[in-house]
């Protein structure tokens, strides 16, 4: 079966896919939106209970819930099932590819913090020699977050810093709670500033593309959305070199349909979309697609250090941008680029970051109630040709559709890192008085952060990248990638806000193209 071919095929309808709609669809494109899963079921149909009198002891059938570590028995069914859409990687390099498949994709589950990428990333080979620049800066990208933010309402105050460039913000006038005032008066005598954790509010819902951006495109009535439509491939005319659609299956029925359009738009998310172009094969004549696969590396409780003074108080939390190989610092010797700390306190400690067990794990934490500091680090990851994505010719989903195998693996720059974020931390800590209980560098494995990013990277030169700098394909000019695949850098900062920019960028890009006739 072949749909009536449209203006603007959209693959995915998370935060990029999302805001694609609301671009395109305000400056008068057809856009039809294909959806992998369905629309999301907000209804409660588990009993409240505790967790020990669940079947799994709230953990969730570990048949069904091997690999994402987001799962328990009560939100299973908001994740991608392994067994039906499965991943390989190599023993030695485990890699976590959490997923989800529904309207709204993973912007129904993210965090919300909200942090513009500065020129530290953008032109980050220009300060260290590593790798690419990006085919853009920072002066380019900033007029589209000062609009995407006001449409998700993002709070913070104005810091000043040229490495978190200050925003479009609600302000947000709370004051910072004691032990969290205590450790921010500790860090600036070392030169380390503590700023409040900028996040998407939303307005009034929640801060998705499930309420923000499709139903505002929906409203124009030029978008129509498809639910349980799994992509399969980007078609392509032989003659022209256009892209003209993509095949798509419908998930329930396994029926094989085609969508036709004069542009296609992939927002699948970094991984998916390039599991996409690669079983198209179309995009890759630089030989780059599925290479420098990135995300942020991830040391859940880097330090947790206690404030004996504090006790049940407003919890409070903070966050420490990359304050590592900046302009006029001397250089690290150890590791190129940097890290950000995000840490929350007034808490009660992880257990699993404990060393006793039984009563005696009882009465610490019962001590320690209220008290504890929790410190997260989130570094940049290296751009590198070796962490690639390919396709796995012996493994299909559900559907036959050919499955990634991701090879990917953290260096000795993101270990050093974080062992210079374990020093750093349980110093601050001490210098604020409190006491540090627990603290380590172990990371979690590539993925675990959930911001896959890289794969599909932008570039002036077709023979090194895969995207100009309008996120169009060098090979297939009517074929755009909006989604993080097609970051040059990582970064330490969280990239959904800077994933949105970019996407309005691009598509009111298009649309330009389009009048002219180029695309």
Known sequence: MTRKEC??????????????????????????MLEAGPLPDFDRKTAIRNAYELPYRGLGNPQRLQR??????????RWVDEQEVPYTYPPENPYYWVRVRMVGGKSLFWARMSFRLSDYEFKAADLDGFGANWPIEYADLAPFYDRVEPLFRVSGQKEGLEQLPDGIFVPDESAFSEPIEKFRTAAA????????????QGDGRMASSFNITLPRALATGKLDLVENAVARAVTVDKTTGLANGVLYVDRRS??????????????????????ILLNSDVANSSGTLGRYIMDQFYVKGSVIAIDPTSRRGRRGSGYIPRVQNLKGQKPKK????????????????????????????????????????????????LPRYENNARIDDTV????????LRLDVSYTENEFAMARDAMHELSQLSEDAGFRVINAHP????????????????????????????????????????????SFVTAGSQNPTITIMALTMRACEGMVEEAKKGNV
């Open 334 to 381: 150890d590791y190129l680029r940097g890290y950000a700390v995000d840490f929350h306190g007034g808490s009660t400690p992880d257990p699993n970051r404990l060393p006793s067990y039984g009563k005696k794990l009882a009465e610490e934490l019962a001590s320690y109630s209220g008290q504890a500091l929790s410190f997260t680090t989130m570094g940049d990851v």
């Open 442 to 485: 172990e990371m979690g494995p590539p993925g675990e952060s959930i911001h896959e990013l890289g794969g599909c990277r932008m570039g002036d030169d077709p023979k090194t990248s895969v995207l100009n700098q309008w996120n169009q394909c060098h090979d297939v000019k009517n074929l755009y990638v909006v989604d993080g695949s």
């Open 254 to 275: 396994g029926r094989e349909m085609h969508a036709k359009a004069k542009r296609v738009v992939l927002a699948a998310s970094a991984l998916e979309s390039i599991r």
């Open 189 to 200: 005598k070392h030169d380390t500033p503590v700023t409040k954790i900028r996040r998407s």
């Open 68 to 77: 994402v570590v987001q799962a328990d028995e009560f939100n299973a069914n």
């Open 7 to 32: 203006d603007v095929l959209i693959v995915g309808s998370g935060a990029a896919g999302g805001m694609a709609a609301h671009t395109l669809t305000a400056k008068g494109a057809s856009c039809l």
């Open 396 to 403: 299909v989903d559900k559907w036959g559709i050919p499955v």
